[in-house]
Each structure stands twice: as C-alpha cells, then as structure tokens.
C-alpha cells in the first residue's frame, strides 16, 4: 500500500477473547499499554488492524523482541509453543497510546499533535473496556500517559527489588479502581526475570476483578 492509501484514524486494539476472565490474569481485565507504530517500508500504510495483525504473527510464531519480553514478564519464562502465546494474548488487551503511525523507522518519535490526538482517545479505551490492571510499558510514555490523563486517584508506593515507585490506583468509581504501574521498555536494557515477581505482586494487588459500578 502506498501513501495514497488514506491512514486509518486510529489502531483497533488487541482484545483478547478471554479479556478480564482468564486463569492467567486471575479473571482480571488487563490492559498492556504500548507507545506507538511506526513504518519499515518507505511509503508504507499501516492498516486499522495493523496491531491485531502483528500479536497475530507473533502467537504463530514469527520471533519479535518487544512482545516476547512482555510475555515473559508476565509468565516468568519465554513460551515456546504457540498454544501458551496464545493462551498469553488471550488473556489480556493490548494498545499502543499513540493512535497512527509515528513514520518511518524505530527513531521516528510522536509529534505534539499525535501526543494530543491520543489522550481522548484513551480515554475512551479506558471507559469501555475498564481494566483492572494497567501496564505501561517504559517511563517516558509513563511520564505522557499520567499527566494528561483526568481520572481520580492516587499515588501507591510498593517496596520491590527494582525500586520503582511509579504505581497509581486511578478511581471509575467509589467501588471500582485500575491499579496502574510503569516498567522499562522491553526494547531496551531489559531483562524480563528481574520484572516478573513486580508485575505478579501489583497483579495480585489490582482489581477487584468485578467491581460494581466499573466504568459508570
């Protein structure tokens, strides 16, 4: 496809079909937020389902850096068999908070306007979909993401091998909370192992799983 081709508004999420109900996640709805899309191909066009296109490719086994850290960060180890990527990536939902491409190349960075175009958009993913837990994958998006996103809440600090303190419990609702939290990058200095007891302790700590009044 060419530049011709007109750009989708935005990428459909990956919702995966045992969303908020999988033994994996403890029947939590969990949301892994990633920053953006870019382009390997000059004059290249992404199409809408570009994201559900890509997890797809990954759970029949085309080999990607980024998405096998997230898995293992969850699951402690890196699956080999496309039954436990699959079971993996049907257990949660995944987005990148950037809705379009970035262009061409990993070094490509969001323009101000892409960055604004996403907050409301978010938004939206957040009311309709209600998480329990939500990952943000790497600080700088975290730094973005926290401060332009309006929902009650507060900070909590959780004492952990890796120090990190940037954890939030955002409020729906007087019953219903998303517990929040941010990790490096898994494209960069990253070592899933040191990751996983963090990511299975805040897992433990989010939820309920079925709040009333979630997303009212």
Known sequence: MTKSAKQPQHFEPWIGKEYGTATLTGGKRVMILGESHYEWIENQTLSADWTQESIERGIKGKNHRFRTRVMGMFLGHVPTLEAERRAFWDSIMFTNYIPVSVGKGASADPSEEMWEAAV???????????????????????????????????????????????????????????????????????????????????????????????GS
């Not at 938004?123 to 730094?143: N, R, S």
């Not at 507060?154 to 890796?162: D, F, I, S, V």
């Not at 963090?198 to 939820?207: D, E």
Request: aromatic share 14%; hydrophobic share 40%.
């Open 120 to 214: 409301p958009r978010f938004a939206e993913l957040i009311k309709a979909h209600t998480p329990d837990f939500l990952v943000v994958l790497g600080h700088a998006l975290w730094q973005r993401m926290h401060y332009t996103f309006v929902m009650d809440g507060c900070a909590e600090r959780h004492q952990n091998n890796l120090n990190e303190w940037r954890t939030w419990r955002y409020r729906y609702s007087s019953g219903a909370t998303m517990l929040a939290c941010a990790t490096k990058h898994p494209s960069r200095s990253f070592n899933y192992k040191d990751w996983h007891p963090f990511i299975q302790a805040m897992l433990g700590k989010a939820g309920p799983a079925s709040a009333p009044g979630a």
